[in-house]
């Protein structure tokens, strides 16, 4: 049996077919419509997506076990709805019934982080671990929670946004893009690390980050961290702050949720242990009770490119 | 049947015998003693409760379904053991083991606050629903989780403690009794509300808040709440900023969790709806996905001074 993950952005429809190890056999996209409307629903593209790859993959549609898809935005996953996305346009899409008119197979819809936390637990980095903890630094801090080997989204499939968690209540924190002022994803996204690089930059003309950025042809998340590699002093204590933030909400959801392993991925995920190392320590140290509470271990995540495919697959599972 | 629940404190060992309704038909207490050593186990004055309790309802131990014992502290509430108590110093107690040599009953123990949030679930305001938040305003900040009609203790129950969720990363956040800066716990409790009191007393010399104080005696938690109630701009001030805080907490643990409803219990929640009220737009307004996402009921908990041995009575339903 084969497993069908559609992994929805907002520049691509991205479709697999997907072995129930978590192979990818076929693999395709087309770009995503700039506006859907009643009369052309997403669900029409997606479509496209799943005959392509059943025919990329020259499989029979009879032996496919289910169809995941994986978007981003407010899903009602228990009614195959997408509430709310911001970045593609839609509202009330009620996807999974639209597409069970082609398809006469279980259908899975919800919300990107929570996908690539259950890809992870079931493919990829957070395997043999039953309660897990995956966060994503990219443009935002996406979260999921993996509970007791199950996918916890809150009731209604309404939680599990912890990017959106203050953890600066002080007048000068920073605004965040959900209207909240102070929640972590103003301080521990790749957007922000960038934000505080280029800070720190024009606050320190010498330092190595401006010739780093120059050959990169931009400031990035991957800036201050070549800097401070480099042995600079100002990238570094981009970095150390950096760290911090990221430890600071970590050390929050532990607390609360205690998790086996903690799972980083997205951009910044490519620094590995060199971000991961002083993060394990540091939310060991800092957790409620770190003295007689168990550790946690934290992890990059491993499904890199294909996670948003192999998450998404994992929901047909 | 009957319950026994058992409310482990600082001053004293609480103790009732439960109907299943949630009645409590007869109850006593102890002194706690002022250290417990390996020939004297706390359990030993439990034992003394239990037994007091049985012959003051006049019931037969037969007719006892189990015993619960809520503790505050870090509790392995899956092998009974008390892994480790501040106020009462108490490191790796097997209470459990030990209780069952004299009992052959089902014997449960918990954190005291998750205690009060399964009481609260079963007999109390939390009745009905399926997915609460329970917080306590009192010398800290408590907070358990039903999920899903179960409570939840994060693995190995060693989370839970939503209390200690950073939500000043600031340089001027304040110290938490647990070693961090910036806990929802130096903000939201019952005792930063008293600091936060004072120091608007200090900066307002006018306040009705200094005849109150002296009318009551004391600095309390009710101070501000009685001088805003008649009017008073800083004491106005200080219910408002306090209420933002709670507020930004609960925030927090709406994004992740989706509660139906939130509990607030501990002192401060007898201000109920002037407290609640507030705080329940304040919530649903704030929470993540307002527009699209499911609101938020915020109630005060009822079970008030009997909430110690009912929600421990709760572990043994």
Known sequence: MYLIGIDVGGMSIKGGVVTTEGEILFKTSIPTTEKYTSDYSIS???????????????????????????????????????????????????????????????????????????????????????????????????????????????RDCAGAEGGHMVIDISPNAKPCNCGRKGCWEAYASATALIRQTKEAMDANPDSMMHRIAKEE????????????????????????????????GLVNMVNVFCPEAILIGGGISNEKEYLTAPIQKAVNEGRFGAAFNPTVEVKTASLKNDAGILGAAALAL
Do not use: M, W
């Open 44 to 154: 029409e593209d997606i479509k496209k997506v799943v005959d392509a790859v059943v025919k990329g993959a020259n499989i029979d549609i009879k032996d496919v076990k289910g169809i995941g898809i994986g978007q981003p935005g407010s899903i009602d996953s228990k009614n195959g709805i997408i509430r709310y996305s911001n970045n593609i346009a839609l509202e009330n899409v009620p996807v999974v019934k639209e597409l069970q008119q082609y398809y006469d197979l279980p259908i899975f819809i919800n919300n990107d982080a929570n996908c690539a936390a259950l890809g992870e637990h079931v493919f990829g980095a957070g395997k043999g671990y039953n309660d897990v903890v995956f966060i994503t630094l990219g443009t935002g801090v996406g979260s999921g929670f993996i509970i007791d080997g199950k996918l916890f989204e809150g």
């Open 217 to 248: 042809g931009q400031v990035s998340g991957k800036t201050a961290f070549l800097a401070a590699k480099q042995g600079d002093k100002a990238g570094r204590q981009v970095v150390d702050n950096y760290i911090d933030y990221i430890t600071c």
